[in-house]
């Protein structure tokens, strides 16, 4: 984790409500601690402020058709700091930026089968450009490490009437036009 963080840069500055604010779309996969994917999904994403908080409501898809919600109500500190809070999180989430760099940690019930799992959740979040942003997630439990969660999120780009028509994916649009440096690439993937 400690080299996704020197991947950092002053630019673009990351605003999470800025971010977040309206449609975003992300895919993801679960990879465990020996490499292998476990398993892919989808979030759709709202993101809405009200009452000085940032409410998102994620809803997810599995490869295997399960689905799942969750609403976060992320509360700006100042000073780039955040806390937030879910249904299925522990206590208080807690968040810091610097530059394009979002630290967010968490302790999280995990629902595995029948059983309920407490588990920690370590995220760094890299902002790309206003409409692409990268999230690696350490999972554990007992400081041991049993994978990681690597999402993709991509902004979905506001339409007016007069541009309907010529819309294409967002997907699509935002893919082409995304720059990641070697070593962000390289930080990712490490």
Known sequence: MQQLQRA??????????????????????FVDRFGAVKRQFSVDILGEMENGQLVLTEDFTFDGGERSKRVWRITPLGDGRYSGTADDVVGTAEGSV????????????????QREWRVRFDDIMLLQNDQVLLNRAQMSKWGITLGEVIISFHKEAERSESNISDAKPTYSKTHSRSRIDEETLAAVSA
């Open 8 to 29: 950092a840069r002053g630019e673009p500055s990351f605003v999470l409500e800025e971010y977040f604010s309206g449609h975003t779309h992300a895919f993801g996969m």
């Open 98 to 113: 610097s530059g394009n760099c979002l630290r967010w940690s968490y302790d999280l019930n995990l629902k595995i089968g």
